[in-house]
């Protein structure tokens, strides 16, 4: 069995910053591709930034430029840098990962609520 824990959501103000952080952990071989993703009300699942094992990245151009995804393969762990914060950035953010032996996985989400 494995998780992916989310933490690192919650209110900030339009200009500000917050760190994500989504850990993965029980019985896993290897991690391939690990990325974001986000759900505002009423709006489907969108991709925000995915990082291979690698460590190549891209991200929805929504946030190119404020977003910035990073991993740290040691401790299972991804990263969701997210600078310059608008109201339009509101959503439950979720974690993904491949994981080898497992397929896709998904973490709870964590909200992140962005004010004006």
């Known amino acids: 069995q494995v998780q992916l824990v989310e933490s690192g959501g919650g209110l900030v103000q339009a200009g500000g910053s917050l760190r994500l952080s989504c850990a993965a952990s029980?019985?896993?071989?290897?991690?391939?591709?690990m990325g974001w993703y986000r759900q505002a009300p009423g709006k489907q699942r969108e991709l925000v930034a995915a990082?291979?094992?690698?460590?190549?990245?891209n991200y929805a151009d929504s946030v190119k430029g404020r977003f910035t995804i990073s991993r740290d393969n040691a401790k299972n762990t991804v990263y969701l840098q997210m600078n310059s914060l608008k109201p339009e950035d509101t959503a439950v953010y979720y974690c993904?990962?491949?994981?080898?032996?497992?397929?896709?996985?998904w973490g709870q989400g964590t909200q992140v609520t962005v004010s004006s």
């Open positions: 993904n990962a491949d994981l080898t032996g497992w397929g896709p996985s």
């Open positions: 029980g019985s896993i071989f290897s991690i391939n591709a």
């Open positions: 990082i291979t094992s690698g460590g190549s990245t």
